[in-house]
């Protein structure tokens, strides 16, 4: 089969190895419960709703104990069954994880989605938004919605003490950007293997390439979960959904 002819595969990449502090004590963000089901079984089970997502790579932290740990996870939730699960252990940062989940897509895998683990209910509509984008020939796409408060510049400080304003930014210009952001495989590898800066994206890596970034509409439930009021607000959330769907 050609490469004209070939469907186009999908494969998600979450990382997952973040402690997040701002949670407070306790299991590693990504193991958090929501329901009674850990936030990373919630965000691997978002991404494989969608049909077109034929691989879940999940990187675990560093150690090969959390990667079994991760592993048994796995398997002791029903995930569907056409989609196949990966756990490979991360690096020390986002950005090195990211890179190691790269790593571990087979042959065949022509676009790749970056989620947070911390993004548990993005919906199944924004997860194949992204993947048809870039399907249609977008190198890079991300989900984002508008702001609704305004943005304030400053000159940041980091003794506490008040912090000066330098502009306001004209909020019709700037988006919240959520994941999963998507790639062509091909740009996003080359991206990790070009850009040594640290960035808080991988959409911000394929602009240093120079690499144009779409942008699509993004969902208010694909929120990210930080800190304890969000872990109230993604309960809420699947409380709806039951009431709702009836799960």
Same mark, same amino acid.
């Given at each position: 089969?050609?490469?004209? +002819? ?5 494969? $998600? *990449?979450?990382?997952? /190895?973040?402690?997040? #502090?701002?949670?407070? @004590?306790? !299991? ?97 509509? +924004? ?5 048809? $984008? *870039?399907?249609?020939? /977008?190198?890079?796409? #991300?989900?984002?919605? @508008?702001? !609704? ?99």
């Amino acid at each position: 089969m050609s490469d004209e +002819t070939r469907p186009s595969r999908t494969a $998600a *990449v979450i990382p997952a /190895a973040g402690r997040g #502090v701002r949670l407070g @004590p306790g !299991a590693p963000k990504a193991l958090r419960a929501l329901n009674g089901t850990p936030m990373l079984i919630h965000a691997v089970r978002a991404m494989a709703a969608s049909r077109s997502v034929s691989l879940v790579v999940v990187v675990a932290p560093p150690d090969e104990t959390s990667a079994a740990e991760v592993k048994t996870l796995l398997a002791d939730h029903a995930l569907p069954e056409r989609t196949d699960f990966v756990v490979v252990p991360g690096g020390e940062t986002r950005q090195e994880s990211v890179k190691l989940g790269l790593d571990a897509l087979p042959p065949g895998i022509d676009v790749v989605l970056v989620h947070d683990a911390a993004r548990p209910l993005v919906p199944v509509d +924004t997860v194949d938004g992204v993947i048809e $984008a *870039v399907r249609e020939g /977008a190198p890079a796409v #991300v989900p984002a919605l @508008p702001l !609704a408060d305004t943005v304030k510049q400053v000159e940041a400080r980091t003794d506490g003490g008040p912090e000066l304003v330098v502009a306001t930014p004209e909020r019709a210009r700037l988006r919240a950007v959520q994941t999963p952001q998507g790639f062509d495989r091909a740009t996003l590898v080359r991206a990790h293997e070009t850009v040594t800066d640290n960035v808080t994206d991988d959409a911000g890596m394929v602009e240093q390439l120079g690499v144009p970034v779409v942008v699509v509409p993004g969902h208010e439930e694909a929120f990210k979960v930080t800190r304890p009021l969000d872990l109230v607000l993604a309960e809420a959330v699947l409380a709806r959904r039951r009431a709702n769907d009836g799960f």
